[in-house]
Every structure is written in C-alpha cells, then in structure tokens.
C-alpha cells in the first residue's frame, strides 16, 4: 500500500452527480409561509466529485468521473454540461433509476444553503474497473456519504496501489458517525472545512481541530472560508490566509480548493505549494456563479 504521491497522473472523482438549481440574488433566506423571489437562476451539473474532476481537468490532470448517472429527462439536460467540462466519463454508470441528485441552492450574503433529496445509492457497477484502470493514481471521495455505502472504497484502492483523498462533505445525518473515524482509515488527505471539523473533534479552534485531526490522517488541509486554510502535512502546520476578491457564489468552492491541492501533491509538490495552489483555485471558484462556472473563462 502507498501513502506518498502516485506516479500514474490519473484521479478517479468517486460521488453522486447532482443537478443544482442555484437562486442568486435573494434579500434574504425563505421562511415558511412566505415566498421569497431570486433575482437570477442557473440549472447546473454539481456535486463534489463532479466539481472536483472538472477543476482537475481544467488543470490539465486526467480526470474520471466515477458516479452513476441516469437517464431520465433531467440527466439528458445536463448531459451536454458534463461532456463540455473535458472529463473521463469511461466508468459513469448510467442507469434509469440512478438520478441525478436534486439541490436546491440558495445564495445570500457571500453564503449559501442546500435543500437535497437523496436519489439511489452511490456505488457504480465500473467501481472496480475503474480502480484496476492502469492510468489511476488516486482516488478522491468526494462526500462521507459515499464512503458510509461503500465501506471497502479505501481499502479496495489500497490494494491497488491508489493514494485516497476524502472531503467529508457536510451531512447532518453522518457527520457525527461515531465510527467516522474508523471508517476513514487509511485515507492519506483528509480536506475538511471548519464546520465540519468542528463536529467531527469539538474543537472551534482552528489549529486546536487540526491537531486532533493530524492524529487519524497523514496530510490535513483544513478550510476556512474567508480566513485562508491551514496544512498539516510533512509534520509541519502551515497557514495562508485568502486573497480579496469579489465573491458571487461560494457553492463548490471548497471541491476546487481540492483539485488545486490534489494537483499540487500529485506532483510531489510540498506543503506550501499544495496550499497555495489550493486556495488559488477555491479563491477563482467563488468569482462565479455554480461549481464549475468560472471554468468557463478559464
């Protein structure tokens, strides 16, 4: 089994693929019995596996994406999206009753909020083809939730020879899973925000949550919004604050911090380059509306 960066230049995005529909433009967020107008709506391919993939790709890293996907009329609205955003799509399992995931996300005040609802389960019937797939170095899990159904996930690219990075995702009903922990064994980057991190150790300081999480993971890059990210990797912290920019939407700008960071270790890049091209990509992300919008003047 291998904990430093893989040769093989491939990553495998494994995670529901979901169909986002982002209202921007809000005086504020719904409350029951009222209703609330959105002065702008985009219908966009989301989910952290996706988003993740595509700003690999973008950066010039072969991406595949590892999803099902359905074929209903709604998977054939975002079909055309997904094949412009330059992936692999060799191992998308397509399946009439595989989605995609609905996700109503509203943007107010440089923040946002999800209303989802579950479609199907995760695991791909090319799950493992893909992982015996000679071009795959890594494999990047894009939601706890996954990982919860695919309990052999990192083990079964372990025995591989895949490197495996995890993004929790926030979940209300698993991320305080007792047996996170356990269940995340073996995962060599674990890429948190501090929401998350916050549940997962109790702590709300951010160097405090990350020395906790140094303890179940080799490398930790630890997001925090605004405030820039801290590393722990190489038994170093390292800390780079955001630059100032114009923020139009934040939705999936911690899935593009991944890929920037990913990209950089991948390469034998050390801590202060992997964070630095981390929060480049995040800080790019959030100048545009939806996961995958600033690509598109990339």
Known sequence: MRSSPSKARAVLSLGRIYCDLVFRGLDGMPQLGRELFAREFAMTPGGGALITAAHLAARGRPSALLARFGTDSLSAALAGEIEALGLDLQFLDRHETAGPQLTVVMVNDNDRA??????????????????????????????????????????????????????????????????????????????????????????????????????????????????????????????????????????????????????????????D?????????????????GGTGSLASA
């Open 114 to 271: 999800f209303l989802s609802r579950r479609a199907g389960h995760a695991r791909p019937a090319s799950f493992e083809r893909a992982l015996a797939w000679p071009e795959a170095g890594h494999l990047h899990i894009a939601e706890y939730a996954t990982l919860h159904e695919m309990r052999d996930a990192i083990s079964a690219a372990k025995a591989n020879g895949l490197t495996v990075s995890l993004d929790p995702s926030w979940d209300d009903e698993l991320i305080r899973d007792p047996m996170f922990f356990e269940r995340t064994a073996g995962t060599d980057i674990f890429m948190p925000n501090m929401e998350e991190a916050h549940a997962l150790t109790g702590a709300s300081d951010p160097e405090a949550a990350l020395a906790i999480l140094a303890r179940h993971f080799p490398v930790v890059a630890l997001k925090c919004g605004a405030d820039g990210a801290l590393l722990a990797m190489d038994g170093t912290i390292t800390a780079r604050p955001s630059p100032k920019v114009d923020v139009v939407d934040t939705t999936g700008a911690g899935d593009a911090f991944n890929a920037g960071f990913l990209d950089a270790w991948l390469d034998g890049a050390g801590p």
């Open 273 to 289: 380059q992997c964070l630095t091209a981390a929060i480049g990509a995040g800080s790019r992300s959030v100048q545009a509306s």
